[in-house]
């Protein structure tokens, strides 16, 4: 379970959360000083620092809340604790938690001499509370509006990925642009099998539990651009993708991290999953959809060839099918064996496509 993809992409997310939490914060806090020109919430209190400078103040402040917040996304508010915690009470507690960081900065701000170790009742530190006025409560309003403006943001960057964030926001995305991408349609096998062996409870669990593992993409610089049933779409930039075969590497550590998991699997739903792929390389639209609703989508004859591949995995009774261009795009190393199956003609394309098998080569 513990392996060197799951740690790693443990690391890189517990490193993109902190990093963003804190530029959010450092910029949320000088923003606070700008509009409201009161920085006395912001001075070298408990003798931390040896320097009298608001700015440096704010950053050691972001640095805090930031550790705070990263840790609480990590730990206490992780996809796996969610799925078992009332999503209202959750809501409630984390929003609680953060009006409580929001008077902890004010407490420790207005009572820049105290000893905290000297705080040992709770009559004690009722002594050192802060007077409630205006500025404490404009603090409290505007750090509580951070923190849901923070949530928003971080869930709308992980809906729309890293790579199409700025230009969505910018609006560069309503005006159609064509890329050159290699997409991976990656299926769970036997899956009308599976649900109708599990209730649709259990199997819905099921697919939390692969598409958690299926994060494992991060690794490898794919990023999840939609999922479909009990399936996903991975894209690459050719960059990231060709470079150490990165979207061959990508679906291999994908099955290895459900084989290490084999045993919670088997203990929770009686089977351990498998699956399939289809892999192309191609041009293809991207743009923004909806006017209720928006979304970014990829489209364009290179997304039809490449699920039309990936249905074929059965028939050859392959894991993952590739296309001819997508091979001879690739370099060519000794982990992997290609095969080449043939021009195959597929599904409402006129003209046939090549395609290759691949398999890793067995470990003596």
Known sequence: ??????????????????????????????FFVFITGNDSLFVNYLNVLSIQSVYANITLHSVAIACVYAMLDM??????????????????????????????VVYIADNQSLNLLK?????????????VNLDVIRFGVYFFLASVFNQVYLQMFKKIGRSNLLSFLMGFMN??????RIFMFIDMKSSTTIA??????????????????LAIVDNYHGEIYQYLGDGAIVSWSLKKGLKDSNCI????????????RARYYKRRYGLVPA???????GETMVLQVGRVRRDISYNGDTMNTTARIESMCNEHKADMLISGVLF?????????????????????????????????????
Do not use: C, T
Not at 275 to 281: I, P, Q, S
């Open 1 to 30: 379970m513990f392996s060197k993809d799951k740690i790693k992409i443990w690391f890189v997310q517990s490193f993109r959360a902190l990093w963003f939490q804190l530029v959010f914060w450092a910029l949320a806090l000088l």
């Open 75 to 104: 730990f206490l508010f992780s996809d796996r604790l969610m799925r078992i915690m009332p999503i209202k009470i959750v809501a409630l507690f984390r929003y609680l938690l953060s009006l409580l960081l929001a008077f902890l």
């Open 119 to 131: 705080i040992k009742s709770y009559d004690d530190f009722l002594v050192h509370m802060p007077s």
């Open 175 to 180: 005006k159609p642009h064509e890329q050159r």
């Open 196 to 213: 109708e062996k599990l209730n649709h409870k259990k199997f819905s669990q099921l697919v939390q539990d692969v598409f958690n593992d």
């Open 249 to 260: 590497k990508a679906f291999y550590a994908v099955s290895k991290v459900v084989e290490r």
């Open 275 to 281: 699956f399939k792929a289809g892999l192309h390389l």
């Open 328 to 364: 001879e795009s690739l370099p060519k190393q000794s982990k992997f064996l290609y095969k080449e199956v043939g021009n195959l003609k597929l599904k409402g394309k006129a003209k046939a496509v090549q395609v290759y098998k691949v398999s890793e080569f067995a470990k003596k």
